[in-house]
Nanobody, 127 residues
Framework: QVQLVESGGGLVPAGGSLRLSCAASGRIFSTYAMAWFRQTPGKEREFVAAISRSGDSTYYPDSVKGRFTISRDNAKNTVYLQMNSLRPEDTALYYC????????????????????WGPGTQVTVSL
């Protein structure tokens, strides 16, 4: 079992930055690939970023590539999402999620591949 708690959301003007954190419980954090998704009312949950269990591989959709950076600290059981050059369309509830990753398996951008989810943290980008 893995429990996830996000933090760091808030209100920021367009062009600004935020860093989200996700603290995970459990002793086997380093065996899980981690990811961030986001969702706005009436829309599907959207993939934002993923990072491998060791942190040596990352994956982003084109919508955030070059602006967002995912990282992790396995010693602290924490994953981060640094968000720069924020846009109003980045406004959403951001979720941290985890799935066991076997060695050599690829990162996933599919919501249904992820098992554990946090409650989310709201990010609002104003004009």
């Amino acid at each position: 079992q893995v429990q996830l708690v996000e933090s760091g959301g808030g209100l920021v003007p367009a062009g600004g930055s935020l860093r989200l954190s996700c603290a995970a419980s459990g002793r086997i954090f380093s065996t899980y690939a981690m990811a961030w998704f986001r969702q706005t009312p009436g829309k599907e949950r959207e993939f934002v970023a993923a990072i491998s269990r060791s942190g040596d591989s990352t994956y982003y959709p084109d919508s955030v590539k070059g602006r967002f950076t995912i990282s992790r600290d396995n010693a602290k059981n924490t994953v981060y999402l640094q968000m720069n050059s924020l846009r109003p369309e980045d406004t959403a509830l951001y979720y941290c999620t985890a799935r066991y990753q076997s060695f050599g398996s690829p990162l996933s951008n599919l919501r249904n591949d992820y098992i554990y989810w946090g409650p989310g943290t709201q990010v609002t980008v104003s004009l």
